[in-house]
Structures are given as structure tokens and as C-alpha cells.
């Protein structure tokens, strides 16, 4: 997979080079290009910003800039890339828009600061190119970039090869299947006892399914209390009579 990424802080990427992304792009699975947008400024100043029309405070990104970079990125490969523009006003980034942008052979992301970009740089993409303005949550951070971090790391670590254990995020809290939509419960390693805590007993059986009943009822339990929403909204089909006794 490519990513190409546009910043002005092209040194707030700089996590790209660490850990399980990092790997991945050590080991070829991960082709990854930041890029500083003031390349494509042409003024002294190489400016990024201006006043928004229509008053109202802060500044907002130039659209030039912007469409030099997006062009020339754009026919620097083959195919039409992906459009992640980062912004609080865009669609929540979940587990499902991950597994999405994961299938993707090539994502561009515009991440920006000040009060944002330009409207018209996302419609003129929008008319060639698949667009996802995504938030990652509800607050508000002074730039996109974070919010990038964040989207790579859940996209690259679905790529195949990236996790050495291909069952590692069968069970994340968000993955589909049986535990679809509950949040993970506890887990434990050794030493067995600890400070005076025990790991608790079920885990040392190895009775598997009293294990699975466990784990999938601690899991409902921290929902139940943590995420009440995720209950809601989940399929009664879904829940068994054990559930329903929690
Ligand atoms: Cl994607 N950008 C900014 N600036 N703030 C955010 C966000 C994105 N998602 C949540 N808050």
C-alpha cells in the first residue's frame, strides 16, 4: 500500500519511522511519502494561510498550494488515489472505515491546520477522486496530523503480513464476529500471583469453553458499563440467555 501525506509540519510524522509502521515500511509491505506543502508555495514567505472570507477568527489554508501538490502526487503514480482529508467536521473514523481504507491500494492524506482548507480543494478532488473527510472523535486538536498517526496505525496493522499472528485482531474490541461489537475484557500473564492478586482461576483450567464463556462475559460487562451505547444498538440476535443475566 502507498501513502502519501501533505503537512507543514512534515516532522509531527515522524512516529512513521517507529514501531509496527515503521516495520512495515522496513519490510516493503508499506510505501509511505510525507511531503512538505510549502514546497508547492511560490512567495517569499512560502505562505500557507489567509483570512477567511466572510470575517470570523483564524485563518484558513490557500486552495493553490494545495491543488500543485495534490496534482503533481496524483499523476506521480498509476490509478486514482484516496482522499483522507482529516477534519472534526467529517464522518467518525471506526473499525469499519479502517477494514476500508486497508483494501485501498493507495490512500493521500491532507492533513491541515489552522481553521482548515480551502472548500473548493475538496470539491474539485471530490469530482475525480473518492474523498473521506474522517474525525477520529469529538474534540477538537490544533491540526490533522495527529488524527494521521492514529488512522495509519489502525489501516496498516490490518495489512496482510503487518501483524506476525494473522488471528492477532480476531478479537479486538471492534472486530466483526461473535464478540462484534464489546469492548475486550482483562488479561493476565504470570507470574500467577502477584502482589497478593490472583489471576483468576477459569484462565489457569484449560477448560476452553469455560474460558470463551468467561472472556465473553467479562467483555460485556466492561461494555455494559463503559460503552452502554454498543449494547444498545446491538443485534438481540446477538446476545444469548447468559448475556441477558449480567
Ligand atoms: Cl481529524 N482534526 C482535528 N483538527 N481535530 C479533530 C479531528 C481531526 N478529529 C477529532 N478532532
Not at 508499506?30 to 470575517?55: A, E, I
Request: hydrophobic residues 40%; charged residues 30%.
Amino acid at each position: 500500500m502507498r501513502l502519501d501525506i501533505v503537512t507543514i509540519f512534515p516532522e509531527y510524522l515522524e512516529p512513521l519511522n517507529v514501531s509496527l509502521v515503521g516495520k512495515a515500511r522496513a519490510r516493503g509491505l508499506l510505501d509511505v511519502r510525507v511531503h512538505d506543502l510549502r514546497r508547492w508555495t511560490h512567495d517569499r514567505h512560502n505562505t500557507v494561510d489567509d483570512t477567511p472570507y466572510g470575517g470570523g477568527p483564524g485563518m484558513v489554508m490557500k486552495p493553490e498550494p494545495w491543488g500543485e501538490a495534490l496534482d503533481e502526487i496524483i499523476a506521480s503514480g498509476e490509478g486514482d488515489p484516496v482522499l483522507v482529508v482529516p477534519t472534526p467536521s467529517g464522518r467518525p473514523f471506526d473499525q469499519a472505515t479502517a477494514v476500508e481504507l486497508a483494501e485501498k491500494p493507495w490512500l493521500v492524506f491532507t492533513p491541515a491546520r489552522y481553521e482548515g482548507i480551502d472548500r473548493r480543494v475538496i470539491d474539485e478532488y471530490g469530482e475525480r477522486l473518492q474523498v473521506r473527510e474522517l474525525s477520529i472523535g469529538d474534540y477538537v486538536l490544533a491540526g490533522g496530523e495527529a488524527p494521521v498517526l492514529v488512522m495509519v496505525e489502525a489501516v496498516a496493522r490490518l495489512l496482510p503480513g503487518v501483524l506476525g499472528n494473522a488471528e492477532s485482531h480476531r478479537d479486538d474490541s471492534f472486530a466483526p464476529g461473535a464478540m462484534a461489537d464489546l469492548l475486550e475484557g482483562p488479561v493476565y500473564t504470570k507470574p500467577p500471583l502477584w502482589r497478593g492478586r490472583d489471576v483468576p482461576e477459569v484462565l489457569l483450567s484449560g477448560h476452553h469453553g469455560r474460558i470463551a464463556r468467561w472472556r465473553r462475559d467479562e467483555a460485556f460487562r466492561r461494555t455494559a458499563r463503559y460503552r452502554p451505547d454498543l449494547i444498545e444498538r446491538c443485534d438481540p440476535a446477538a446476545l444469548d440467555a447468559d448475556d441477558r443475566k449480567l
